[in-house]
């Protein structure tokens, strides 16, 4: 009776551990085509030639969002390792004035983001200054938030 409630348990969790696992990589896939489209479609149109990407949106343009999607997490990385050396160096003074900055400034990040894909791929992508940067920035700041991962329900065990 015990070793076929267990395993029903495990069965449930799979099955909800696979759904979750589903939506993840959708989401995923959905940044990437999105960040694509942004590349090749949206900021031609909308900044010029201030903000260019040099190539075809399939293959280029989704490998290249793919890529961003990659230097967007490095980045997040680092950013959440200077935050936290920042906030134990200065005793936890730190952390008041990085919650400053995230509250004020949050609207940097993607734009730092972008530079420094910029930066690292210069033949494909390049931007003009930064005040295109940072409404660029909002563009990919709008797509992370319609493709970013939903939070589960905690739900107590059953008695």
């Not at 900021?43 to 990407?53: D, K, Q, R, S």
């Not at 936890?92 to 990040?109: D, E, N, P, Q």
Request: charged content about 10%; overall charge positive.
């Amino acid at each position: 009776m015990l070793a076929e409630k267990n395993r029903d348990e495990r069965a449930a969790f799979a099955v909800r551990l696979s759904h979750r696992g589903h939506k993840i990589v959708i989401n995923l896939l959905a940044r990437i085509g999105l960040t694509a489209l942004l590349f090749s479609y949206v900021f031609p149109a909308l900044f010029g030639a201030t903000i260019h990407f040099t190539g075809s949106f399939w293959p280029d343009a989704v490998l290249y969002g793919a890529v961003f999607a990659g230097v967007c997490f490095l980045f997040d990385l680092v950013i959440a390792f200077a935050i936290d050396l920042f906030g134990f160096l200065t005793l936890g003074i730190g952390y008041v004035l990085a919650g400053l900055f995230l509250l004020f400034g949050f609207w940097l990040i993607p734009a730092i983001q972008l530079q420094v894909f910029a930066h690292y791929f210069p033949d494909v992508f390049s931007i003009a200054d930064w005040g295109h940067a940072i409404l660029a920035g909002f563009l990919i700041m709008y797509v992370n938030w319609l493709t970013k991962p939903t939070a589960r329900k905690q739900s107590r065990p059953s008695q």
